[in-house]
């Protein structure tokens, strides 16, 4: 099992920061490669550029909880749900790749 995990491309789980302007302010936002890359696929599904989902997200969960302590958590989090949860049709997820193409036995 864990040769899935530890086999896994570096590149997919590297830190990637990226410059977003949110309510007119510039800030950073750093999450490993993967994570951009459903955040991509996020923001395609809404008709969005990533910065502009990123935003939008931002300014409802400033609106439904008044206030963020870990943005970076909560996109990380966001993702995961966007992968499992049944209200994203499969067809809106990125495929889940796997570092290993062998069955792997459980």
Not at 3 to 26: E, K, L, M, W
Request: hydrophobic residues 45%; glycine residues 2%; contains cysteine.
């Amino acid at each position: 099992m864990c040769q899935v995990f530890a086999g896994q491309d570096p590149a997919t789980y590297r830190f990637v920061t990226r410059s977003i302007r949110i309510n007119g302010h510039s800030t950073s936002v750093r999450l490993e490669a993967r994570f951009w890359d459903i955040l991509e696929t996020m923001a395609a599904s809404q008709e969005m550029s990533v910065p502009q989902f990123v935003s939008e997200l931002y300014e409802e969960v400033l609106e439904l909880q008044g206030e963020i302590s870990n943005f970076a958590s909560l996109l990380r989090c966001a993702c995961l749900v966007f992968l499992t949860d049944d209200r994203f049709p499969p067809s809106l997820r990125p495929p889940v790749k796997l570092a290993v193409e062998e069955p792997v036995a459980v």
